[in-house]
């Protein structure tokens, strides 16, 4: 088995490369290749189609531009066929190597995918998975249909699903806030809390409650939001609402406590 | 003065409440529920508030207000609940020696509610469907034209 780390390029959200973020004290693709190295035969490093930078481990890269994180594993498989090959997103920092260990002990060669269920919202996670190579072909005609979205291809192959013990293995690194809720579980564990939680306007209708008291294990406003954004569909962005706690506003960053009422609202339509 | 409130506004008692021999300038504003949004028809509105919040941050913008304009008293009433086409939704009183700061002080009243009070409008169009709606997304604190969203 061979791994293909995606680097995913310069994030906009985030404001800089991820791969190079360092989080306590080393970078998110020492740390990921780090996990993946005595687990696989040999560890590449997915590229842009015109990346021209050194990097500690053999590139492969795209084999046109943009293609998108299909284009990574399109890659992958036309550097080798007939591997099986683990493809992992640079930015899931709370990957441990018992996850990825325990994907590979589960994974059926034959089978086209062995992924996790996002605990968050039970849907399969394309871009922390092994792709068998039977899946190459499948890949193909995806991509010759003119589709690009990792999730949706994933959906068309026949695979084996894994449950993660912790639920937030799969927290994605987006944005700065989510820094902090990362920088926050390291700190002090993934303790549960019990938090009240009030929906307005939209958002209430959407996840058919105008309030629910939830168990959670997310460190400050932005994890729970991601919890319950994935909980209940809800189709607004991050950048659109407002959090509060305790009936004041607050910062996406304030550390979540027990006892807590929170609030989460849409965007003001007064007058 | 920030109120929420389920019932009519009484407009002829909120401007009473107003007069000021001081005062020689009273600008009100008055939101009316308009029977169309975004090219279709309105039969109703409900707003819903943030019980806490709506009340706290309404009372902020007033006493804002009262520190940096030179005016003498301000007043702000937003209705929540159901309305109909033509009632009115909120209304912004103020008044001051002069009309300039009675009139500035007010922009900026109807405006900060806009953007800062957790209110929420859904609308029942005509044809029965039902929605929250979205504010005008070029509608900051200092207002726009309207000459596109109407």
Request: one cysteine or more.
């Amino acid at each position: 088995m061979k791994a293909l780390i995606l680097s995913g390029g310069k994030s906009s959200r985030m404001g800089q490369d991820k791969a190079s973020l360092v989080i306590s004290g080393s970078s998110l693709l020492d740390q990921i290749s780090a996990l993946l190295k005595p687990l696989v035969s040999e560890v590449f490093l997915s590229v842009a189609h015109d990346d021209q930078q050194e990097y500690p481990m053999t590139p492969i890269a795209d084999l046109e531009p943009q293609p998108g994180p299909l284009g990574g594993l399109q890659a992958a498989f036309a550097e080798d066929a007939n591997a099986t090959w683990f493809l992992v997103a640079v930015d899931l920092p709370r990957l441990k190597t018992e996850d990825l260990r325990a994907l590979i002990d589960q994974h059926d060669p034959s089978k086209d995918a062995t992924c996790f269920l996002n605990p968050l919202d039970q849907h399969p996670e394309p871009l922390c998975a092994i792709y068998s190579p039977s899946a190459a072909v499948k890949l193909e005609s995806f991509l010759n249909e003119n589709q690009r979205c990792a999730r949706r291809f994933l959906a068309t192959l026949n695979r084996r699903e894994c449950r993660t013990l912790d639920p937030q293995t799969l927290l994605n690194l987006n944005r700065p806030e989510q820094l902090v809720e990362l920088e926050a579980l390291n700190q002090c564990g993934s303790n549960k809390k019990e938090v009240t939680v009030e929906y307005f306007a939209k958002l209430s209708q959407e996840a058919q409650t105008h309030c629910e008291t939830l168990q959670t294990t997310a460190a400050t406003l932005t994890g729970l939001w991601e919890e319950v954004r994935l909980k209940h569909g809800f189709t607004l962005d991050f950048s659109h609402i407002k959090p509060a706690i305790n009936n004041e506003f607050a910062q996406w960053t304030s550390p979540l406590e027990s006892g807590q009422l929170i609030a989460f609202m849409p965007p003001f339509a007064g007058g | 003065m920030f109120v929420i409130q389920e019932k009519e506004i009484d407009l002829s008692s909120l401007r009473c409440e107003m007069l000021d021999p001081c005062c020689g300038a009273l600008v009100v504003f008055e939101g009316l529920v308009r029977n169309h949004h975004e090219g279709r028809s309105v039969s109703e509105l409900h707003y819903a508030h943030h019980p806490v919040l709506a009340q706290r941050e309404g009372q902020r913008i007033i006493d804002e207000l009262m520190n940096q304009y030179p005016i003498t008293k301000a007043i702000a009433v937003h209705r929540v609940g159901t309305l109909k086409i033509g009632e009115c939704a909120v209304v912004t009183l103020t008044v001051a020696p002069h009309r300039q700061a009675a009139f500035e002080a007010n922009r900026f009243l109807i405006d900060s509610i806009k953007a800062r009070v957790p209110i929420w409008k859904k609308e029942t169009y005509c044809s029965g469907e039902v929605e929250w709606t979205s504010p005008c997304p070029n509608c900051g604190p200092l207002g726009h034209s309207h000459q596109s969203c109407s």
